[in-house]
């Protein structure tokens, strides 16, 4: 028998790149040999479901971390309450997922064209693997995130209000494309009537689910002439985080350089009484407080005097963990004057207030730990120190639920606002004038509803222009955002439209779409039935196959031969050792040739091919 490598090294075969690709990246065929045109196995059926399974998983995962792209800092926070470890981990599972989405459409593209081509599927063994691993990744993964962060798959769903239309016009385009290739293959197939049947209905019922779909579309970007609401006001959420370190002076003052309408923070109560700014119930995130104090790193934040406070660089992990990648495009002078921030008090918040345009001031407000010793009166101390700062009181969004009661009558000039928490009944009551709630929270309904009774909706935590659109469209009167400097350079939202346009776009679509699907389908059958007639006829299923008993010229005056005929008259493949003294044996035709019995037993003379073209067809029939 003759080796593969000999084989592929002396067939003179047209080279065929795209096609050893094509099988080599799938099911690592890469050698001509290992091909094969036989029909799928039930198992390789079965991964490329799987596969496909992969893919739809990897593409919906794909559209959730994009969505969450809004909450990238929540995630890294979130993250780092759980392992203690500052890290990107949103990039990283984002751009994991990326890979993923890539590598399952590349084997989906590959499929598709081993189908197009009549090659057998067959994935290769670390394929099967890997599409399994990421499989139950991504199963793993939902369970998970649904149990930690539920909140982010109720911002998928209010996605749809926004990105539906959008989507339902690219699955018509996807659709449509990708029927030219499945007809191809539906119109050949030798698979059972029943199956191809039933593969054609599945298609046309998919293809009709997106055709009908924008029925169901419920999206407040559908608006009538002249009935887009007011542009949302935009608060700053920690300031302007992306710009600066969070819950600084610095942080607050870039975001007023915006024309933002107020500011949103993080209030708690220094051991002597102070109030300050801080996110964390702890120091160890946005300070150098394990540098400062290292026996202190895990106490709270509320376990600090406000001098102790004082000296703690607020600023130079900024610059350190690049949380928004914005650092490394800073100049020295900002870097330095990011270095030289430190905990700011809420005076020093109102301050700034005051200075840019009497900015509102919205502010959770946290209450000590037990034992200290301002646990019972820390609501007082902070109207105290509010009112001391001189700022108006009615550009205090008072958001505690703390003692409300008090406040209302010794500051009755802040503006209350309520969270989701309180009862409807006390909206009244406590002259609710302000909704604060997060995406997750509230419906659009509910929205319109407050707005009947006169109170109007803040919606946190807004950072990308197409939820900033929505709820542009909507018609929230504030957003509290982290990145103010994106969404004040949206001037309108990033699309809107009235239903009448909407419709005709709708129908005007799925109609040239259904026509294109019909003609394809006919042209594919006619290509199917009359492709010898064609003017660009198809290559055979197996362009590899080379017939023993085809006719071959060769450049010598032994006329035509079939293969086979003309292998019969080669020399063999090792000439075997003759016996001494036997001249006839030893004996060889001085031109290379000898006569070797013809397959119906009659001689033929001494010329037959040369050796090189005999060991061809000898390795061909081999």
Request: net charge neutral.
């Amino acid at each position: 028998m003759v080796s593969h490598v000999r084989l592929e090294n002396q067939q003179n075969y047209r080279q065929q790149v795209c096609l050893s690709c094509m099988t080599g990246l799938y099911g690592c065929r890469w050698k001509r040999y290992r091909r094969s045109t036989e029909p799928t196995t039930v198992i390789e059926k079965t991964f490329l479901l799987i596969t496909i399974i992969a893919f739809a998983f990897m593409a919906m995962w794909l559209y959730y971390w994009i969505i969450a792209e809004n909450s990238a800092d929540d995630f890294n926070w979130f993250m780092w309450t759980t392992t203690n470890s500052w890290f990107h981990w949103f990039t990283l599972v984002f751009t994991l997922t990326i890979i993923a989405f890539i590598y399952t459409t590349f084997l989906v593209l590959l499929a598709i064209a081993h189908c197009i081509t009549g090659q057998q599927l067959h994935l290769y063994i670390v394929h099967k693997v890997t599409i399994i691993i990421l499989l139950c990744a991504c199963i793993a993964f939902c369970i998970t995130l649904t149990e930690l962060w539920p909140e982010e798959w109720d911002l998928l769903f209010i996605s749809l209000q926004v990105t539906a239309p959008i989507l339902q016009i690219m699955g018509v385009v996807i659709l449509t494309f990708l029927t030219w290739p499945l007809a191809g293959i539906w119109w050949k197939s030798t698979s059972s009537t029943a199956f191809r049947w039933v593969t054609f209905i599945a298609y046309s019922c998919l293809l009709l689910f997106v055709y009908l779909c924008p029925l169901a579309f419920l999206t407040p970007c559908m608006l009538g002439h002249n009935s887009l609401p007011k542009r949302p006001l935009i608060m700053t959420h920690k300031g302007a985080p992306m710009l600066a370190p969070e819950n600084t002076e610095l942080s607050f003052q870039k975001a007023a350089s915006y024309n933002i309408y107020g500011f949103e923070s993080d209030v708690r109560i220094s051991l002597d009484g102070i109030p300050f700014l801080m996110h964390d119930s702890t120091l160890e995130r946005t300070t150098n407080v394990h540098k400062v104090f290292p026996n202190r790193t895990k106490h709270s934040a509320e376990s600090f005097t406000f001098e102790e406070l004082q000296q703690l660089d607020a600023g130079s992990w900024f610059l350190q963990k690049n949380p928004f990648y914005t650092a490394k495009r800073m100049s020295k002078a900002e870097k330095q004057q990011i270095k030289n921030q430190t905990i700011p008090s809420l005076t020093k918040l109102m301050q700034v207030a005051k200075h840019y345009n009497n900015k509102s001031v919205i502010f959770d407000l946290f209450m000590p730990p037990s034992g200290h010793p301002y646990r019972g009166n820390f609501t007082e101390q902070t109207v105290s120190f509010i009112k001391a700062s001189g700022i108006q009181e009615h550009q205090i969004w008072w958001l505690s639920d703390f003692k409300r009661d008090w406040v209302l009558k010794n500051a009755p000039d802040f503006e209350q606002t309520a969270t989701t928490s309180m009862a409807p009944k006390d909206f009244k009551r406590f002259q609710i004038v302000h909704m604060n709630a997060e995406y997750s929270q509230v419906t659009d309904q509910d929205i319109q509803d407050f707005k009947k009774i006169n109170i109007s909706t803040n919606i946190y935590t807004v950072n990308k222009p197409w939820l900033y659109s929505l709820y542009w469209c909507i018609g929230v009167k504030s957003v509290t955002s982290g990145a103010c400097q994106v969404l004040q350079s949206v001037e309108a939202p990033i699309w809107h439209t009235t239903p009448q346009i909407w419709r005709i776009i709708w129908i005007l679509e799925d109609c040239v779409s259904l026509i294109c699907v019909v003609l394809i389908f006919v042209f594919q059958r006619y290509r199917e039935t009359h492709s010898q007639r064609y003017r660009f006829p198809r290559r055979p299923s197996n362009p590899e196959a080379i017939s023993l008993h085809t006719n071959r010229t060769f450049p010598h005056n032994h006329g035509k031969k079939s293969d086979r005929e003309l292998l019969y008259r080669s020399n063999e493949d090792t000439p075997m050792p003759a016996p001494a003294g036997d001249a006839s044996i030893n004996h060889r035709p001085h031109n290379g040739y000898e006569d070797i019995p013809s397959p119906d037993g009659t001689s033929s003379p001494t010329d037959s091919l040369p050796d090189p073209q005999h060991e061809e067809i000898r390795m061909t029939l081999e």
